[in-house]
Protein backbone atom coordinates (compact mmCIF):
# COMPACT_ATOMS: atom_id res chain seq x y z
CA UNK A 1 0.00 0.00 0.00
CA UNK A 2 1.00 3.33 -0.51
CA UNK A 3 1.43 5.83 2.22
CA UNK A 4 -0.17 9.41 1.82
CA UNK A 5 0.61 12.53 3.88
CA UNK A 6 -1.14 15.64 3.71
CA UNK A 7 -0.13 19.47 4.23
CA UNK A 8 -0.79 23.14 3.55
CA UNK A 9 -4.50 23.44 5.33
CA UNK A 10 -4.78 26.40 7.39
CA UNK A 11 -6.78 29.53 8.42
CA UNK A 12 -7.83 31.46 5.15
CA UNK A 13 -10.14 34.41 4.68
CA UNK A 14 -13.26 34.01 2.16
CA UNK A 15 -11.36 34.65 -1.39
CA UNK A 16 -8.48 33.78 -0.38
CA UNK A 17 -5.86 31.14 -1.82
CA UNK A 18 -4.40 28.05 -0.41
CA UNK A 19 -2.23 24.94 -1.77
CA UNK A 20 -2.34 21.67 -0.18
CA UNK A 21 -0.17 19.39 -1.32
CA UNK A 22 -0.03 15.08 -0.92
CA UNK A 23 3.19 13.09 -0.66
CA UNK A 24 3.21 9.66 -1.56
CA UNK A 25 5.86 7.26 -0.38
CA UNK A 26 6.97 4.00 -2.15
CA UNK A 27 8.12 3.60 -5.92
CA UNK A 28 4.54 2.74 -7.56
CA UNK A 29 3.18 6.31 -7.17
CA UNK A 30 3.02 6.38 -10.82
CA UNK A 31 0.79 3.53 -11.15
CA UNK A 32 -2.19 4.92 -8.67
CA UNK A 33 -5.29 6.81 -9.45
CA UNK A 34 -5.17 9.83 -7.26
CA UNK A 35 -8.30 12.29 -5.17
CA UNK A 36 -8.83 14.85 -3.24
CA UNK A 37 -11.85 14.42 -1.10
CA UNK A 38 -13.14 16.53 2.03
CA UNK A 39 -15.53 16.12 4.70
CA UNK A 40 -17.14 18.35 6.99
CA UNK A 41 -19.00 17.69 10.52
CA UNK A 42 -22.04 15.98 10.21
CA UNK A 43 -21.53 15.26 6.48
CA UNK A 44 -20.38 12.34 4.61
CA UNK A 45 -16.68 12.65 3.06
CA UNK A 46 -17.10 13.86 -0.58
CA UNK A 47 -14.82 13.89 -3.46
CA UNK A 48 -13.52 17.32 -5.04
CA UNK A 49 -11.23 16.19 -7.14
CA UNK A 50 -9.38 13.18 -9.04
CA UNK A 51 -6.24 13.15 -11.73
CA UNK A 52 -5.15 10.07 -13.68
CA UNK A 53 -1.43 8.62 -13.57
CA UNK A 54 -0.39 11.04 -16.03
CA UNK A 55 -2.51 14.28 -15.38
CA UNK A 56 -3.96 13.74 -18.64
CA UNK A 57 -7.74 13.70 -17.39
CA UNK A 58 -8.75 15.97 -14.01
CA UNK A 59 -12.75 15.48 -13.44
CA UNK A 60 -13.96 18.08 -10.90
CA UNK A 61 -16.96 17.93 -8.51
CA UNK A 62 -19.34 21.10 -9.56
CA UNK A 63 -19.02 23.13 -7.28
CA UNK A 64 -14.85 23.76 -7.28
CA UNK A 65 -14.16 23.15 -10.73
CA UNK A 66 -14.17 26.88 -11.50
CA UNK A 67 -11.59 27.38 -8.70
CA UNK A 68 -9.45 24.22 -7.82
CA UNK A 69 -7.22 22.89 -9.62
CA UNK A 70 -5.58 19.30 -8.94
CA UNK A 71 -2.20 18.29 -10.45
CA UNK A 72 0.66 15.91 -9.60
CA UNK A 73 4.05 15.29 -9.67
CA UNK A 74 5.19 11.64 -10.53
CA UNK A 75 8.83 12.14 -10.61
CA UNK A 76 8.57 13.78 -7.02
CA UNK A 77 5.85 11.19 -5.99
CA UNK A 78 3.48 14.07 -5.21
CA UNK A 79 0.26 15.65 -5.59
CA UNK A 80 -1.43 19.11 -5.20
CA UNK A 81 -4.15 21.14 -5.02
CA UNK A 82 -4.40 24.55 -5.63
CA UNK A 83 -7.65 26.12 -4.61
CA UNK A 84 -8.71 29.92 -5.46
CA UNK A 85 -11.68 31.88 -4.43
CA UNK A 86 -11.79 29.81 -1.36
CA UNK A 87 -15.55 30.27 0.31
CA UNK A 88 -16.69 29.39 4.36
CA UNK A 89 -18.24 25.94 2.38
CA UNK A 90 -15.14 24.87 1.78
CA UNK A 91 -14.24 24.56 4.91
CA UNK A 92 -13.35 20.83 5.71
CA UNK A 93 -10.53 18.34 6.26
CA UNK A 94 -9.35 17.69 2.86
CA UNK A 95 -8.20 14.30 2.20
CA UNK A 96 -5.66 12.84 -0.29
CA UNK A 97 -6.62 9.33 -1.31
CA UNK A 98 -5.12 6.38 -3.91
CA UNK A 99 -6.31 3.53 -6.18
CA UNK A 100 -4.72 1.02 -8.16
CA UNK A 101 -4.73 0.95 -11.14
CA UNK A 102 -4.61 4.60 -11.94
CA UNK A 103 -6.64 4.65 -15.66
CA UNK A 104 -10.08 5.76 -15.87
CA UNK A 105 -12.63 5.85 -15.09
CA UNK A 106 -12.12 7.95 -12.26
CA UNK A 107 -14.26 6.73 -9.37
CA UNK A 108 -16.08 9.18 -6.69
CA UNK A 109 -17.15 6.71 -4.18
CA UNK A 110 -15.03 6.63 -1.56
CA UNK A 111 -14.88 2.96 -1.04
CA UNK A 112 -13.19 3.12 -4.54
CA UNK A 113 -9.80 4.02 -2.94
CA UNK A 114 -7.34 1.92 -1.11
CA UNK A 115 -5.04 3.92 0.77
CA UNK A 116 -5.59 7.63 2.43
CA UNK A 117 -4.29 10.26 4.10
CA UNK A 118 -4.47 11.97 8.18
CA UNK A 119 -6.32 14.60 6.30
CA UNK A 120 -5.47 18.59 6.53
CA UNK A 121 -7.76 21.44 7.85
CA UNK A 122 -9.11 23.78 5.75
CA UNK A 123 -11.08 26.70 7.58
CA UNK A 124 -12.63 29.77 5.35
CA UNK A 125 -13.51 32.41 7.47
CA UNK A 126 -16.61 34.63 6.23
Known amino acids: QVQLVETGGGLVQAGGSLRLSCAAS????????MAWFRQAPGKAREFVAG????????PYTESVEDRFIISRDNAKNMMYLQMNGLKPEDTAVYFC???????????????????WGQGTQVTVAS
Open 26 to 33: GRSFVNYL
Open 97 to 115: AARFPGGQPIPRNRHAYSS
Open 51 to 58: ITSSGSRT
